[in-house]
Structure formats: C-alpha cells, structure tokens
C-alpha cells in the first residue's frame, strides 16, 4: 500500500513538472536549431531584365507588330515569365541562394517603337507602360504570374515586381498621348532643385503623370476603347468603383495607378514591389503608396492563409536616384531635403556601394555599414549593388573582379542584389551596343553550360551565396573584426529565440589555416566550413581547416 501511494504521488509529481514545463516553453531546440528568419535586410535580391533572362515560350516573342529593325540590344529578345519558372525548377537560383526576385516591370508596354537618338527602341525593359491593368504577352499571361509566384513560393522566394507611377510610354504612332488633365509633355527636368526635379519630364516625349493632381479625372479615351476591345470594361470600371468606394480616395491619376498596382498583390500575393523613380514624385505619394500596398498586402494575406509565407510585412524598395548610405535618411536636392524612409520605404537602393567597393578595403567598408545600419539607419535597410540596368558606369564592366565583386557584394552589411550575370561573369561592354544596351545583353546560358573558367567564378559565388541565404547574421547582424592577419570577421544576429553567429576569413592560403574564434563559438564547439565542406572542433579559441581554398566561412554544425 505504502509503495502504491509513494509511486502515486512520484507519478502525480511528474506530470506536473511536465504540464509546468509545457507551459514556460522549457524544452526548447538549441538556438542556432532554431529555423533562420528571412529578413528583408538581409536579403539576396536577384534582379533580372524579364525579357533577357531566359527564353521559355519562343511563340510569345513577337506581338502588337513589333517586329521593325532596332538598334543593337534595343528590341524585345524573347525573355519571359515562363523562363524565370523554368530555372526556378532546375533550383537555378536555390543554388545561388537568392531569396528574392526582383522582376522590371511586365505591364503592357506601349505597340510601336521610338528612336531616342540611339536607334528604333521597343518597350523590352518594361518602363514604358500603355496599360497598368494587363500583362504585356511577350512576357507571358496572368496564368504564368500565378504559377511563378506559387513555384518561387515553394522554394522559399519572395517575388518584387517593378513599380512605375510617374509616367507613361513614349507617344508613338501607335500610342497616343494620355489626357493634359492625367499627364504633362513638358518642360524637361533639368535637375537643379526640387520642383524642377519633379515637375517636370524625366526626357522629351516621356509624358509625366500628374501625381500632384488630387482632383477626380476621366479615364483616359483610349483605355477604355482598349478594355472595350478586349471585353474587360465592365470587369475595370466594376472593380475601380469598387476600390474607390473603400478607400475614400479621389479619382485622381496617381490613385488610379496605385489601385492598378495594388491589384497585382491582391490577386497574385507578389511580396514586393521596386519602385522606379521615386525622386521624380512628390514623397507623399509614396506614403500614400505604402498604405494602399500594405492594405492589399493584409487583404491577401487574410483571403489565402495557405499561401502566406511568414509574418513579414509587404516590402517597399525605392530607386532614389544616387542615393547613398552615408547621407542617412536624407536626399538633398539642393535647396530641399526628403526623408524617403519616412512612413514610405523600407530600403532604398544604394548607388554608393559601387563608389566605397572602388575606394575602401573591405574591413572599412564593413565597418561603415555596420555603424550606419545600426545606428542612424537602425530599422530600416540599404540595397547594395556593382552593376545595373541603367546605371553606367558599372565596378567591374569588363569582369576581370569577379572574385572582389561576389566578396563585396555578399559579405557586406544590407540587403544584396545580383544583377543577371554578376554571378557568372556576364560581360557588360556589347560590340555596337550604345549606352545602357550594353548593360543589358541576353543571360550567357550557353557560357554557363560549357565554359570551365565561368562555372568556377558561378562556384565561388553559389558559395557564398548559399552561405548567406543560410545566416541571416551576414547581412543584418553586428560586424566585428577578429584578426587583421589573416582578415577573419564574425557577424551575430538575435530574433526572438533564433540566434546566429559566423566567422568568415579572406584572402587565405592553401592548406593548414589556423581561424581565431573566441567570443564566437566555445570550446569545444564542432564547427563546419561551409566553403569547403570540412568539421573541425575549437580548441584555445582557434579552428583549424586544412583546404586548398582561400576562403573559410564557418558555422556550428548542425
């Protein structure tokens, strides 16, 4: 009896201390167990031009008549949504460990052609918008966006479409002119202050939206006789009275294009959208723009809860032409000062970083960025990049930095973009090509198959890359020096229960490499290299790894 009550009350004893501990959450994985956060700060962005990345339907590629004689890399190559799910499938940029994609814009572009000094030129880029409402079908259909979001979501990639509220297309013989109440042909910007910033055409015959106007306008003629052609005018104007009468809004340009936008994130669940020329609209727009995209975000999130990939709000990046990280939150234009991260965006492009990559060895490049985003841009994020679509004065255009260019790139503090061909030494200067053409030649597909010297520059940075998508510490996490000879530095980063820390060492030689790793990792902590694969366990603060490689970049095994 007495050996029944004592095994009662032992039994009773535990199920209470199991029930206490069910309740405080006391078993719990380790936490570098705890699976990483994608972090928009952190981010690997891989930004494509759609139409010259990958090819994946040839009898989309003529359309609207667009088939007159171009310049060189000045009409549409055949690049599609088809073929950026095509290398999403193969794992093409798992492998390069991207996280997002960041797609120019895939709007319907306008029908004809336009010669601005440089040769017929069409709308491949997708900056030339005729209709904010449809996809333009050289880059595919309303049926592929849903697939190449739903792929791209099962792999664990966020999907940025490209935002463009402050003009239309070119006027062409095919295209006309929208109404003087919805855009201005003039005067060209000239650049000097503010106003002549913003009012103003970014070129001649690139007609401005009037996004200062807040009075109620007609649609314009010609879109209705467009969406009345293809039998949508009931389905728009439904869906326009239907935005209009939530929202309170006026219907004014810059609200229609918003809504137009809008739509792509509650019908599709796009994660985020670029946003072109932010600095040539009045930066209240763009607060009004957050708030328009955040709702849709919430409505989309709340309509398809299957699909809702992490608590991560909707991500805004703008393209504050030559910003860069060192003036902080504030742009100066001279005689004016804006604040763009100010209830507007997340991050913003870094048209800097190419500047500190030429000038700054890389500790103090990484120092600087570690004290700028932790301290006066601590909650908000920067986008670093070495080359672009538009931006014409790349770091390596010849790539003959590969190595330089993957190191600075995805080893540096903020968000990264790879621009197509960063990672596998796509050439930046195309023979005959004129201006930013030469940026924007056909992804070297074929290079990639078969040339040995360009799968191993694609190596290192699949590598690195990897590596980076795995540690959030990389890009968001507080940089700290270790050695200065050999260059070895860690980065660590706190969420919530996750924990994350790293050490990378550069410019190594092959063999024995002895890693100093106090505060970092303990002793006796296994620690992996992911660059070459190898285990070694800490002991008096240091690591060894013998490999023929000159990088090491660790982490506790898992």
Known sequence: MKQTVISVL????????????????????????????????AATIYFLLTDRFNNGDPLNDVNF??????????????????????????????????????????????????DEGTGVTYGFHGYWTKDWTNLDPNYGTKADLHRLVEVAHSKGIRIVLDAVINHTGPVTDKDSV???????????CDYTNFDNTVTCTLVENLPDVKTENSENVELPPQLIEKWKKEGRYDKEISSLNTFFEKTGYPRAPRFYIMKWLSDYITEFGIDGYRVDTVKHTEPYVWQEFKVVCDDA????????????????????????????????????????????????????????????????NKESLFKKYDSLLHGNLNGYSVLNYLSSHDDGQPFDPKR????????????????????????????????????D????????????????????????????????AAHPAVGAGKHKM??????????????????????IALDLKPGVKDIPVTSIFSEGDTVRDAYSGQSSVVENGKLSINSEFDTVLLELAR
């Open 10 to 41: 032992i039994l009773g004893i535990m199920l209470l201390g199991c029930q206490n501990n069910s309740k405080q959450g006391v078993v719990e994985a380790p936490a570098h167990e705890v699976k990483a956060p994608f972090v928009w700060g």
């Open 65 to 114: 008549g667009r088939d007159q004689s171009t310049g060189v890399l000045r009409g549409f190559e055949g690049g599609d949504i088809k073929g950026v799910i095509q290398k999403i499938e193969e794992g093409y940029f798992t492998d390069l460990g991207v996280n997002a994609i960041w797609m120019t814009p895939i709007v319907e572009q306008i029908h004809g052609g336009t």
């Open 178 to 188: 929208w109404p003087d109440d919805w855009v201005r042909t003039g005067p060209a």
């Open 297 to 360: 975000f919430s409505n989309f999130k709340l309509n398809n809860p299957d699909k809702v990939l992490d608590n991560n709000p909707f991500y805004l990046v703008g393209e504050v032409y030559n910003y860069g990280i060192s003036a902080g939150h504030a742009f100066d234009f001279g005689d004016k000062k804006v604040d763009y991260f100010d209830k507007a965006f997340h991050s913003l492009i870094n048209f800097e970083f190419k500047w500190d990559a030429l000038q700054l």
């Open 400 to 435: 003959e930095k590969t190595k330089e260019t993957a190191e600075f790139l995805l080893l540096s503090p903020g968000a990264a973009q790879i621009y197509y061909g960063d990672e596998s030494a796509r050439i930046l200067e195309v023979k005959d090509a004129v201006g």
């Open 437 to 468: 053409a030469n940026l924007r030649s056909f992804m070297n597909w074929e290079a990639i198959e078969s040339d040995s010297n360009t799968q191993e520059v694609l190596t290192r940075w699949q590598k690195l890359g990897k590596f980076r």
């Open 482 to 503: 270790l050695s200065g000879m050999p260059y070895v530095f860690a980065r660590t980063y706190e969420q919530g229960p996750f924990k994350d820390a790293v050490v």
